[in-house]
């Protein structure tokens, strides 16, 4: 799903990254991140989103598809 995603907004154009975050305390939603995307800000220790909030960002850079909607080379 996250790939046909990725797709999808490459095709439509405009777009550079997909970003995205996730609720760390959710069982597996971290890691599952971790292993496929970028993290880009982890407000757990700053408190930035407000006491016992587990919330950590991250984007997904999309390739560009030049104007036949296949990645440039």
Not at 4 to 10: E, G, I, N, R
Not at 45 to 69: A, C, K
Request: glycine share 12%.
């Amino acid at each position: 799903m996250v790939g046909l995603a990725c797709a999808f907004a490459a095709r439509v154009g405009g777009y550079e990254r997909i970003y995205l975050h996730t609720n760390a305390a959710i069982p597996g939603a971290e890691p599952f991140w971790q292993e496929t995307t970028t993290e880009v800000f982890d407000a757990r220790p700053s408190g930035e989103h407000g006491p016992g909030v587990s919330t950590v960002h991250f984007e997904i850079p999309l390739p560009d598809m030049g104007d036949r909607g296949r990645p440039a080379a």
